[in-house]
């Protein structure tokens, strides 16, 4: 057995394709993905019901912006009427809604994105500290391999968490934005 060692483990199939090709079948190389196959299986698997479960809290929040905006609606169907006789046309309505539910929507977006990062930056002092309060060896590298929890982040997911996030953020506000459009200022006045 020959191991060789290089300095960029991503870029392994470049280093070893040209030492294939020339040992041929009188060898077999072997690379240390190849290797942990079915670790790289079970990370691949781990990702993708992380950003299921991901996709499901951001829906939560999105269902949370939505009634908020109906709850405020309602809450404010005179006020809507009142400024709807005052000449604001319906464009202007569903402007204000969108641009309530977006802040809102935006303002948890940076809050999150900046949360995440602070805690991946501090992932190892919270295992840590974890580990101080319970008395448990958290990451025995023993078991893991591992001395520390590895953490890599990969700019285009964030970029596609953030972008459904504000996708479903600006969706939810469409129907509050719409029903607060359409109030009718002659019936809710009617009785004032």
Do not use: C
């Not at 006789?85 to 402007?95: F, K, N, P």
């Amino acid at each position: 057995m020959i191991e060789v060692e290089t300095e960029d483990p991503d870029r392994v199939g470049a280093t070893l394709s040209p030492l294939a090709a020339r040992v041929g079948d009188r060898a077999v190389v072997t690379d240390w993905r190849r290797m942990n196959a079915s670790l790289f299986e079970a990370l691949a698997v781990d990702r993708i019901v992380s950003f299921t479960i991901l996709s499901l809290i951001i829906l939560v929040a999105a269902f949370n912006i939505l009634s908020s905006l109906i709850m405020l609606v309602r809450a404010k169907t005179r006020d809507i009427a009142i400024i709807r006789t005052m000449g604001a046309s319906r464009q202007s309505l569903i402007r204000i809604f969108v641009t309530v539910g977006l802040v809102i929507g935006s303002l948890g977006i940076a809050a999150g994105v900046g949360l995440g990062f602070v805690i991946l930056h501090f992932r190892q002092s919270i295992v840590n500290g974890i580990q101080f309060l319970t008395g448990q060896n958290l990451w025995d590298p023993s078991i893991r391999f591992l001395t520390e929890l590895p953490a890599r982040t990969d700019p285009l997911e964030v970029l596609s968490v953030v972008l459904m996030a504000f996708v479903l953020t600006l969706l939810a506000t469409l129907y509050p934005a719409f029903k607060a459009a359409g109030t009718d200022p002659v019936q809710v006045l009617r009785y004032e």
